[in-house]
């Protein structure tokens, strides 16, 4: 590539300050992929680990089609999965395999570890990705609203319903609605993803999952909104005490463009932190509520894998969330570092 | 094979009892108990079969279980039986009275001597791929089931099996089989097409046991993912003219059964199946479901403690008939087992047909075990250990923390010792390595498949849980391989009778209660649901429901 020389380059300000910033930048990306790898390598080791640790025998899993009772068989199918080696070698050969990208074979389906998951991940996106949104979205505006009248009846209203809603287990919560909205006041289905007799049509295939979603989201949301509502509230509480906003004010700017023009902006900080961490625990953050409601994503089939001792399928779920949470880590700080200059200043220097 | 309970048909129930141990009255115990409409009154049995059978519509099947596979020529319990006996056609099918009925079987012939049986196989029947079904498919699945079934006994005295013309099927044995017709069915022998099956490759991983399953049964197999849907369409060849009623079979699991019970109630699911006592108690005070409290025999059984007869103390029969003493059986139907199940004094339970109530009777009494005991020369007791795995909760653990307090009521001092699976605990029971441990003993259709080998000396050894209690005794051997081969009904009865009564007074085993799962369905929609000895294990070609 040939040199360009301009005015700028000849100073040598513009471009040494790019390069510096590139390179930085750069290596703060490779040295987080790094570090991700190493930590993922770890997850691997750790749940292989403690897996194999756990009591029973994988053999039941494995052979229960043909009902494995002999120990003879059971050793044969010990020597055909590679039980019976040692297991730093298990481990080994699994790493191996992971990062071919093979994650194994189901022990109980007899399938592909990842043709069993994959079905999976948009059902659990779709249910974690709603409640998610629709309880920062709704959370903040109430924290938003109860910080503007900190004193009021309504606002304490709120504060308590947040808490008893963040106490309360969601199973309870998920069976609470289920007695209420689909057996007392059978709006909603009870369970599952689809009705049995659904039509063919998109459309209509769509409609009723929506209809299916409302009650899990909800239960999943309840959980989160609380959160949002308490951290939205607290943060622009201590917001709209600072100087600015009272500079805002003075200026005779008008209430409503102070709080969410000024105020609210500063105020979502805390918030993206939070909903970074949580969009990591997208994949894996629903369990209960999946199984409560039967939902068929990974959460579910986390449960069942557990269940049965299908201990490649439960690993591979397991390595998936693992690298969801380490990759939205890694994407959030970028944001973070975008919306927040102060932090790209503090960290580059 | 004797009672394959644990690893073969215990998933039938074992997850619905599982998830109660495991969730307790959070989940659907709750949900139930606070959705609360029920009157509290019990529901008669009986299937609702009145009025004209109207074709079409779809009957939902609830289920805990995730079924890997739909071909139950290669075992795996419960869940491949209910789907192959819709897929498959099997030779015959059970009668209400245990009797076999004609199916793709037109007729049969025993030769005199009872060593060779000649069937008569339907012509113009096709498999879902429009195939014809012939002789060389039912010679070719018989042998299958027998090389690859967990099931060993009922076809261990086939030795071969000939097709000399289309429609002719000729089963030669080596010595007669009184439990062969039992063991053709479609749940245990199902009728593989040999141009698909017969491909060279090993059954027990063939391809086609998931996907695109073809065989001759009243319905094909449209979709099979197991952890959310199996869907079976009514296939419109199938051979029996005007069935099945219904167009579709849906199978629904649900395998954490949170809310199976209110799908239930709710009418999304239209049929289940349990053995839980808390959840039939439940589903009775529903007054939207009916719980039927006919057929199911073949799934059913008796609970048993198992007695190491090895073991220094226990092989005294005196210390066995002590430890029959000590329990109290009426304590035991109405606490322990939450009052669904019926007594049992048998080794055989009194709803199978060969069932004998002429046994020696061990009641409730705590002063005359301790006397047995002292006589056997254990005045102070001594200390043994209680196994059981996690299967259907209230006949295993409930069971052995009863024992526990029995025990210890005439100085036994017993340790509780819960195996987390079937191969754990087998590894303690097929090496005599336990004293005492609690054990489901299914019929699945006929003793010689369910309870012989449990019994029989030549078993001792063998893999789990063959002769369990390690068991020999000459007549019992006598009359257990007479009762295998009398094929006049009447004196197999009689047979069984006799064994029963030797084996109570041996005490190999204590039985304590039968153990008896039942369906409840939804009576607004569903009319003559399976209530036979295989329940939703043979075909549902009689079933149809209301509602579209």
Same mark, same amino acid.
């Given at each position: 590539?040939?040199?360009?020389?301009?005015?700028?380059?000849?100073?040598?300000?513009?471009?040494?300050?790019t390069?510096?910033r590139?390179?930085t930048?750069l290596?703060?990306?490779?040295g987080r992929?790094?570090?991700?790898?190493?930590?993922?390598?770890?997850?691997?080791?750790?749940?292989?680990? %403690?897996?194999?640790?756990? #009591?029973?025998?994988?053999?039941v899993?494995?052979?229960?089609?043909?009902?494995?009772?002999?120990?003879?068989?059971?050793?044969?199918?010990?020597?055909?999965?590679?039980?019976?080696?040692?297991?730093?070698?298990?481990?080994?050969?699994?790493?191996?395999?992971?990062?071919?990208g093979?994650?194994?074979?189901?022990?109980?389906?007899?399938?592909?570890?990842?043709?069993?998951?994959?079905?999976?991940?948009?059902?659990?996106?779709?249910?974690?990705?709603?409640?998610?949104?629709?309880?920062?979205?709704?959370?903040?505006? %109430?924290?938003?609203?109860?910080?503007?009248?900190?004193r009021?009846?309504?606002s304490?209203?709120?504060?308590?319903?947040?808490?008893?809603?963040?106490?309360?287990?969601?199973?309870?919560?998920?069976?609470?609605?289920?007695?209420?909205?689909?057996?007392?006041?059978?709006?909603?289905?009870?369970?599952?993803?689809?009705?049995?007799?659904?039509?063919?049509?998109?459309?209509?295939?769509?409609?009723?999952?929506?209809?299916?979603?409302?009650? #899990?989201?909800?239960?999943?949301?309840?959980?989160?909104?609380?959160?949002?509502?308490?951290?939205?509230r607290?943060?622009?509480?201590?917001?709209?005490?600072?100087?600015?906003?009272?500079?805002a004010?003075?200026?005779?700017?008008?209430?409503?463009?102070?709080?969410?023009?000024?105020? %609210?902006?500063?105020?979502?900080? #805390?918030?993206?932190?939070?909903?970074g961490?949580?969009?990591?625990?997208l994949?894996?953050?629903?369990?209960?509520?999946e199984?409560?409601f039967?939902? #068929?994503?990974?959460?579910?089939?986390a449960?069942?894998?557990?269940?049965?001792?299908?201990?490649?399928?439960?690993?591979?779920?397991?390595?998936?969330?693992?690298?969801?949470?380490?990759?939205?880590?890694?994407?959030?700080?970028?944001?973070?570092?975008?919306?927040?200059?102060?932090?790209?200043?503090?960290?580059?220097? | 094979?004797?009672?394959?309970?644990?690893?073969?048909?215990?998933?039938?129930?074992?997850?619905?009892?599982?998830?109660?141990?495991?969730?307790?009255?959070?989940?659907?115990?709750?949900?139930?108990a606070?959705?609360?409409c029920?009157?509290?009154?019990?529901?008669?049995?009986?299937?609702?079969?009145?009025?004209?059978?109207?074709?079409?519509?779809?009957?939902?099947?609830?289920?805990?279980?995730?079924?890997?596979?739909?071909?139950?020529?290669?075992?795996?319990?419960?869940?491949?039986?209910?789907?192959?006996?819709?897929?498959?056609?099997g030779?015959?099918?059970?009668?209400?009275?245990?009797?076999?009925?004609?199916?793709?079987?037109?007729?049969?012939?025993?030769?005199?001597?009872n060593r060779?049986?000649t069937?008569?196989?339907?012509?113009?029947?096709?498999f879902?791929?429009?195939?014809?079904?012939?002789?060389e498919?039912?010679?070719?699945s018989?042998?299958?089931?027998?090389?690859?079934?967990?099931?060993?006994?009922?076809?261990?005295?086939?030795?071969?099996?000939?097709?000399?013309?289309?429609t002719?099927?000729?089963?030669?044995?080596?010595e007669?089989?009184?439990?062969?017709?039992?063991?053709?069915?479609p749940?245990?022998?199902?009728?593989?097409?040999?141009?698909?099956?017969?491909?060279?490759?090993?059954?027990?991983?063939h391809?086609?046991?998931?996907q695109?399953?073809?065989?001759?049964?009243?319905?094909?197999?449209?979709?099979?993912?197991?952890?959310t849907?199996?869907?079976?369409?009514?296939?419109?060849?199938?051979?029996?003219?005007?069935?099945?009623?219904?167009?579709?079979?849906?199978?629904?699991?649900?395998?954490?059964?949170?809310?199976i019970l209110?799908?239930?109630?709710?009418?999304?699911?239209?049929?289940?199946?349990?053995?839980?006592?808390?959840?039939?108690?439940?589903?009775?005070?529903?007054?939207?479901?009916?719980?039927?409290?006919?057929?199911?025999?073949?799934?059913?059984?008796?609970?048993?403690?198992?007695?190491?007869?090895?073991?220094?103390?226990?092989?005294?029969?005196?210390?066995?008939?002590?430890?029959?003493?000590?329990?109290?059986?009426?304590?035991?139907?109405?606490?322990v087992?939450?009052?669904?199940?019926?007594?049992?004094?048998s080794?055989?339970?009194?709803?199978?047909?060969?069932?004998?109530?002429?046994v020696?009777?061990?009641?409730?009494?705590?002063?005359?075990?301790?006397?047995?005991?002292?006589?056997?020369?254990?005045?102070?007791?001594?200390?043994?250990?209680?196994?059981?795995?996690?299967?259907?909760?209230e006949?295993?653990?409930?069971?052995?923390?009863?024992?526990?307090?029995?025990?210890?009521?005439?100085?036994?001092t017993?340790?509780?010792?819960s195996?987390?699976?079937?191969?754990?605990?087998?590894?303690?029971?097929?090496?005599?390595?336990?004293?005492?441990?609690?054990?489901?003993?299914?019929?699945?259709?006929?003793?010689?498949?369910?309870?012989?080998?449990?019994?029989?000396?030549?078993?001792?050894g063998?893999?789990?849980?063959?002769?369990?209690?390690?068991?020999?005794?000459?007549?019992?051997?006598?009359?257990l391989?007479?009762?295998?081969?009398?094929?006049?009904?009447?004196?197999?009865?009689?047979?069984?009778a006799?064994?029963?009564?030797?084996?109570?007074?041996?005490?190999?085993?204590?039985?304590?209660?039968?153990?008896?799962?039942?369906?409840?369905?939804f009576?607004?929609?569903?009319?003559?649901?399976?209530?036979?000895?295989?329940?939703s294990l043979?075909?549902?070609?009689?079933?149809?429901?209301?509602?579209?």
């Amino acid at each position: 590539m040939t040199m360009v020389s301009t005015p700028a380059a000849r100073t040598g300000i513009l471009p040494s300050a790019t390069t510096g910033r590139v390179g930085t930048l750069l290596r703060i990306v490779v040295g987080r992929v790094m570090r991700a790898v190493s930590l993922m390598l770890a997850v691997i080791v750790v749940t292989f680990v %403690l897996l194999a640790l756990a #009591p029973g025998d994988p053999t039941v899993a494995i052979g229960g089609d043909s009902g494995i009772r002999d120990a003879a068989t059971a050793e044969a199918i010990r020597v055909e999965y590679g039980l019976d080696r040692p297991l730093i070698v298990q481990i080994g050969t699994y790493v191996g395999r992971v990062l071919r990208g093979d994650f194994g074979q189901s022990f109980v389906l007899h399938q592909s570890v990842w043709s069993a998951i994959a079905p999976r991940i948009v059902p659990t996106l779709m249910l974690s990705g709603v409640a998610l949104v629709g309880a920062v979205v709704a959370g903040t505006l %109430l924290g938003v609203f109860t910080a503007r009248r900190p004193r009021k009846v309504i606002s304490h209203v709120v504060t308590v319903v947040s808490i008893v809603g963040f106490a309360m287990p969601s199973f309870w919560i998920g069976l609470i609605l289920i007695i209420l909205f689909a057996v007392t006041f059978p709006i909603f289905p009870i369970g599952n993803m689809n009705s049995t007799m659904v039509g063919g049509g998109f459309f209509e295939h769509a409609a009723d999952t929506l209809w299916h979603l409302v009650l #899990p989201a909800f239960t999943l949301g309840v959980i989160y909104l609380a959160q949002y509502s308490r951290l939205s509230r607290a943060s622009m509480l201590e917001v709209l005490g600072s100087d600015y906003v009272r500079t805002a004010h003075a200026k005779g700017l008008a209430p409503r463009v102070v709080v969410y023009k000024h105020a %609210l902006r500063n105020a979502l900080i #805390p918030i993206v932190t939070v909903l970074g961490t949580q969009f990591g625990h997208l994949l894996s953050g629903a369990v209960v509520v999946e199984v409560v409601f039967n939902w #068929p994503g990974l959460g579910s089939l986390a449960y069942q894998s557990i269940q049965q001792r299908d201990t490649p399928l439960l690993l591979g779920i397991l390595l998936l969330s693992a690298a969801f949470v380490l990759v939205a880590n890694i994407v959030t700080d970028f944001i973070y570092r975008i919306i927040d200059p102060r932090i790209r200043i503090r960290r580059t220097m | 094979m004797t009672d394959h309970i644990l690893s073969e048909l215990a998933p039938l129930v074992r997850s619905v009892s599982r998830r109660n141990f495991i969730f307790g009255l959070g989940t659907a115990g709750v949900a139930v108990a606070l959705a609360g409409c029920g009157s509290g009154e019990g529901s008669g049995g009986g299937a609702s079969d009145e009025g004209t059978p109207q074709p079409g519509g779809t009957y939902i099947v609830g289920t805990t279980q995730v079924i890997a596979q739909a071909n139950p020529a290669i075992g795996g319990g419960a869940g491949p039986m209910m789907i192959g006996a819709q897929v498959f056609a099997g030779l015959v099918l059970t009668a209400d009275d245990f009797s076999p009925e004609p199916y793709l079987a037109e007729s049969w012939q025993f030769s005199p001597d009872n060593r060779s049986v000649t069937f008569k196989i339907r012509g113009e029947t096709t498999f879902h791929d429009g195939t014809p079904v012939t002789s060389e498919d039912v010679a070719f699945s018989i042998l299958a089931v027998k090389k690859y079934h967990s099931f060993k006994s009922m076809f261990a005295k086939v030795t071969d099996v000939e097709a000399p013309d289309a429609t002719t099927v000729i089963v030669r044995l080596s010595e007669p089989n009184a439990a062969l017709l039992a063991c053709l069915t479609p749940a245990t022998a199902p009728i593989l097409p040999k141009h698909i099956y017969g491909d060279g490759q090993d059954l027990r991983t063939h391809p086609r046991n998931t996907q695109d399953v073809i065989g001759s049964g009243p319905f094909r197999l449209t979709k099979f993912e197991p952890r959310t849907e199996i869907r079976m369409t009514k296939y419109d060849n199938f051979f029996q003219p005007d069935r099945p009623f219904v167009d579709e079979v849906v199978y629904r699991p649900d395998p954490s059964g949170n809310t199976i019970l209110l799908q239930l109630q709710q009418g999304e699911i239209h049929s289940l199946r349990t053995g839980d006592s808390v959840q039939l108690q439940q589903l009775r005070a529903q007054p939207t479901i009916e719980v039927a409290d006919k057929g199911l025999q073949a799934i059913s059984g008796v609970g048993l403690v198992v007695v190491n007869m090895e073991n220094q103390y226990l092989k005294n029969p005196k210390v066995r008939q002590a430890i029959a003493y000590s329990m109290d059986r009426r304590y035991i139907l109405e606490q322990v087992l939450g009052g669904e199940a019926a007594a049992a004094d048998s080794v055989l339970p009194p709803i199978d047909q060969f069932y004998s109530d002429n046994v020696t009777k061990y009641s409730y009494d705590v002063a005359k075990a301790k006397v047995l005991l002292a006589e056997a020369g254990y005045p102070n007791g001594f200390s043994l250990r209680i196994d059981y795995i996690p299967g259907v909760r209230e006949f295993c653990a409930s069971m052995a923390e009863y024992m526990k307090e029995a025990l210890k009521a005439i100085g036994i001092t017993a340790t509780i010792i819960s195996s987390p699976d079937t191969a754990t605990l087998a590894q303690h029971i097929s090496t005599g390595d336990y004293d005492v441990y609690l054990h489901l003993s299914l019929g699945y259709g006929d003793p010689v498949v369910g309870v012989h080998s449990l019994y029989e000396s030549a078993a001792i050894g063998g893999p789990y849980p063959s002769n369990a209690p390690r068991y020999s005794s000459s007549e019992v051997d006598d009359l257990l391989e007479q009762a295998g081969q009398e094929m006049n009904l009447a004196r197999r009865k009689e047979i069984y009778a006799e064994f029963q009564k030797v084996v109570s007074d041996d005490l190999p085993v204590i039985p304590f209660a039968q153990y008896r799962p039942r369906v409840a369905y939804f009576p607004a929609v569903v009319r003559n649901p399976n209530l036979g000895v295989w329940e939703s294990l043979s075909p549902l070609k009689d079933v149809w429901v209301t509602a579209p």
